[in-house]
Nanobody, 125 residues
């Protein structure tokens, strides 16, 4: 599967942004999708993940209550709605996918076989 992330850009603190991750492949609906981010000089960190049917969602504590992950399998797309953005949310955001991943391991980037290119989100104070 190939992933294409988009939607990044410059936003003021307190603002909102929606990222999209579009996937190719007929079996997209069977994949767990995760969002990760990497800020300059920092390690990659987990942001959110969604199960293949969308019934199970995980969030990092740092984004819980502000970010929402969702998916539209008919459109082969996963979304990350980001509200109340903070300067510390500034990072390159990556989506990742895997069909054999169980949700209990969805927070670990090592479990994903497929990665999209990053989309940069910059939050100004």
């Amino acid at each position: 599967v190939q992933l294409q992330a988009c939607g990044g850009g410059l936003v003021q603190a307190g603002g909102s942004r929606r990222l999209s991750c579009a996937a190719s492949g007929r079996t997209f609906s069977s994949y767990v999708i995760g969002w990760f981010r990497q800020a300059p000089g920092k390690e990659r960190e987990f942001v959110a993940a969604i199960s293949w049917r969308g019934g199970s969602k995980y969030y990092a504590d740092s984004v819980k209550g502000r970010f929402t992950i969702s998916r539209d399998n008919a459109k082969n797309t996963v979304y990350l709605q980001m509200n109340s953005l903070r300067p510390e949310d500034t990072a390159a955001y990556y989506c990742a996918a895997d069909s054999g991943l169980i949700m209990s391991r969805a927070t670990d980037g090592k479990g994903y076989r497929y990665w999209g290119q990053g989309t940069l989100v910059t939050v100004s104070s």
